[in-house]
């Protein structure tokens, strides 16, 4: 693999900026109460775009890897990252996908024998601490559901994440993306009928919005954070994800009124460390440094 350098990292931030935009524009602009609808068409027109344009369906050893993948990357992870979209307001629950780095360390470690550095350890807290402060921001913007939604998303999240990293995929990450996508949308869609019944009606700002975690948040974002997982440490990239909250919340105090002091700035300031040392050379030496690019991946096809 090529590891960490500020190339693969600035490209594997393009996921966790994109996503950030999420909680904003599901208050915003999406219909009220449909997170099921929402997720199924964020995954499936843009799983069965890539797909098309690839033209590769999964060879027989791969097809329930991929199923697997496909659930619990989109199946699973799409609803409830919009259930706590629905229930949380936009910084607070943006804020808990930086637990994410901590969950997937502990899942690389046996799953991968990817040992975490003192480090992206050290890293990882301060991210925590800067979590904690931009939460407290939020005191009285708790609900169970979204709060439930939101850890269990990150627990879901961390476990898919680290299998695209166990199981080296045979083509490139444009593939690998479409046929998660679909697998996911075509579970999420039967589920959205049933429960939340026929689609409703959408204006140009909910179409606007779709269309935007679905191209922008979804098909690009996933094609570079799933490069990143083949690239890079697992550890190192799910620190690039603490980007996700700062977006999140920069877009929460300018566009959602939602208020903002020093505390919050420290918090802000804690998380972006947490990043930047995270990304460090002395973070990537180690047991879980590979320095060789895997035969089966492509050469900036996921670029």
């Keep these: 693999m090529e590891?960490?350098?500020?190339?693969?990292?600035?490209?594997?931030?393009?996921?966790?900026?994109a996503w950030g935009t999420t909680y904003l524009v599901t208050e915003q602009w999406l219909p009220p109460d449909r997170p099921l609808f929402a997720a199924a068409v964020r995954a499936?027109?843009?799983?069965?775009?890539?797909?098309?344009?690839?033209?590769?369906?999964?060879?027989?050893?791969?097809?329930?890897?991929?199923?697997t993948l496909g659930l619990l990357n989109f199946g699973l992870f799409f609803p409830l990252i919009f259930l706590s979209a629905y229930h949380l307001p936009g910084?607070?629950?943006?804020?808990?996908?930086?637990?994410?780095p901590l969950v997937v360390m502990a899942l690389a470690w046996p799953l991968i024998a990817e040992r975490p550095t003192a480090v992206r350890v050290g890293a990882a807290l301060v991210g925590l601490a800067g979590v904690t402060l931009l939460v407290l921001r939020n005191?009285?913007?708790t609900d169970p559901v979204g709060l439930f939604a939101a850890f269990a998303s990150v627990t879901v999240a961390a476990l898919g994440f680290?299998?695209?990293?166990?199981?080296?995929?045979?083509?490139?990450?444009?593939?690998?993306?479409?046929?998660?996508?679909?697998?996911?949308?075509?579970?999420?869609t039967p589920v959205a009928l049933i429960v939340e019944g026929a689609p409703p009606a959408l204006d140009a700002p909910a179409v606007?919005?779709?269309?935007?975690?679905?191209?922008?948040?979804?098909?690009?974002?996933?094609?570079?954070?799933?490069?990143?997982?083949?690239?890079m440490p697992a550890g190192a990239v799910a620190l690039i994800g603490?980007?996700?909250?700062?977006?999140?919340?920069?877009?929460?105090?300018?566009?959602?009124?939602?208020?903002?002091?020093?505390?919050?700035?420290?918090?802000?300031?804690?998380?972006l460390g947490g990043v930047l040392a995270g990304q460090r050379p002395s973070a990537a030496a180690g047991p879980d440094t590979d320095t060789r690019r895997p035969a089966t991946a492509r050469t900036g096809s996921a670029t």
């Design 139 to 141: 005191p009285d913007g």
């Design 162 to 188: 680290t299998l695209v990293k166990k199981w080296t995929p045979p083509v490139d990450m444009i593939t690998l993306t479409s046929w998660q996508l679909v697998v996911g949308g075509l579970v999420l």
């Design 3 to 17: 590891g960490i350098s500020t190339r693969n990292v600035l490209i594997t931030m393009i996921a966790p900026a």
């Design 44 to 67: 499936l027109p843009a799983g069965l775009v890539l797909l098309a344009w690839r033209r590769q369906l999964p060879p027989p050893g791969w097809r329930l890897k991929a199923i």
């Design 242 to 271: 603490l980007v996700n909250p700062v977006v999140g919340t920069a877009l929460g105090v300018a566009f959602a009124a939602e208020p903002f002091g020093a505390v919050q700035a420290l918090g802000m300031a804690l998380v």
């Design 91 to 100: 910084g607070l629950a943006a804020t808990i996908q930086a637990l994410l």
């Design 208 to 231: 606007g919005g779709l269309a935007w975690i679905a191209i922008v948040g979804t098909g690009v974002a996933y094609v570079c954070w799933f490069r990143g997982l083949q690239l």
